[in-house]
């Protein structure tokens, strides 16, 4: 996978594509770790038809993308709280996830010039991620309708 990364806002249409990969990842890296009410609550919520209703009510998605491939995405609410980010794994270590952060904090700003922090609720998988792109926990994990989260925040 030598292909250039580009990156866009997610296009309608384009939803089950995206969540086909999120839930790839998902199966693979998260949901090792879930109790299956947790992996059926997460599924849920990846949905395509949901993903393009939370977009019509205000979030927003980015696409990084290789030849033709959905490489990686991150979906953002209320422009101040990351929903989901995920990384295709053929595709990890390339730094596609900060830059996916970058690009939606830019937008966050734009949009709220006053935004002064960040936050998400991280898989336990992911926590160490969000830790080198700056975040910090808020609190111990949590768990809620199986989901396994850590709260955590990212100062700008």
Known sequence: MNAAITYRRMQAGEETSICAMIERCFKTFVAPGYAPQGVQEFLAYADPELMAERVRGGSF???AESGGAVAGMIEMRDHDHISLLFVDAVFMR???SRELLRRALD???AARPDLQVVTVN??????PVYER??????SPEQESNGIRYTPMALPL
């Open 61 to 63: 998605v980015l696409v």
């Open 94 to 96: 390339r730094g596609i």
């Open 122 to 127: 991280s898989s336990p998988y992911a926590v």
């Open 133 to 138: 792109l700056g975040f910090h926990a808020l």
């Open 107 to 109: 937008i966050c700003r």
